[in-house]
T-cell receptor, first 113, second 113 residues
Framework: DQQVKQNSPSLSVQEGRISILNCDYT??????FLWYKKYPAEGPTFLIS?????DKNEDGRFTVFLNKSAKHLSLHIVPSQPGDSAVYFC????????????FGQGTRLTINP | EAQVTQNPRYLITVTGKKLTVTCSQN?????MSWYRQDPGLGLRQIYY???????DKGDVPEGYKVSRKEKRNFPLILESPSPNQTSLYFC????????????FGQGTRLTVV
């Protein structure tokens, strides 16, 4: 049972344009959401997060949007740069209980010059 | 520098030969966990620990053991590795309280032949 889903395995965007990565979840107990970025041969690194009490969080070129009613979140990268080429994972957790992070399958983003 | 350190980075072993992957963190985090990454499946949690001497199964615990004798260390033990345990493994740590990001090690690529 995949509680966090990233339905696009890959995405290709031109440099300077907007990249939009999507993520859906099924567990209504999730109240904290994160995006991680992963380069080859490295561990995932934290990018940005959002609490369920918000619908938007911004950090420089990165913005995460949360639509609780649709159980959907998205990561916007504007403008996209070649260094953004990586695999992006969304993750979710519930404040109570085991507090584990549940990850999606990942989306490979390629920024073309 | 805050970090999670895993060793070894690469390991090739034979079926049935016991092995241990070490993980150490220097952030005094209570919560530590192990994930495996497989194509199309994202990151799946193997085991987690909420504090010293407190461990529990994640989503894919079969064939693995862990221990948490000290706060900083959380080794992953494969008593009798099998080829289906060939994967990329990540250790992670985070502070308790659900709204916290996890920090990941650089990964251990394990091949069981």
């Amino acid at each position: 049972d995949q509680q966090v889903k990233q339905n696009s395995p890959s995405l290709s965007v031109q440099e300077g344009r907007i990249s939009i990565l999507n993520c859906d979840y099924t567990n209504s107990m999730f109240d904290y959401f994160l995006w991680y970025k992963k380069y080859p041969a490295e561990g995932p690194t934290f990018l940005i997060s959002i609490s369920s009490i918000k619908d938007k969080n911004e950090d420089g070129r990165f913005t995460v949007f949360l639509n609780k009613s649709a159980k959907h979140l998205s990561l916007h990268i504007v403008p996209s740069q070649p260094g953004d080429s990586a695999v992006y994972f969304c993750a979710a957790s519930a404040y109570q209980g085991a507090q584990k992070l549940v990850f999606g399958q990942g989306t490979r983003l390629t920024i073309n010059p | 520098e805050a970090q999670v350190t895993q060793n070894p980075r690469y390991l090739i072993t034979v079926t049935g030969k016991k092995l241990t992957v070490t993980c150490s963190q220097n952030m005094n985090h209570e919560y530590m966990s192990w994930y495996r990454q497989d194509p199309g499946l994202g990151l799946r949690q193997i085991y987690y620990s909420m504090n010293v001497e407190v461990t529990d199964k994640g989503d894919v615990p079969e064939g693995y053991k862990v221990s948490r004798k000290e706060k900083r260390n959380f080794p992953l033990i494969l008593e009798s590795p099998s080829p289906n345990q060939t994967s990329l493994y990540f250790c992670a740590s985070r502070a308790t309280g659900g709204a916290k990001e996890a920090f990941f090690g650089q990964g251990t690529r394990l091949t069981v032949v």
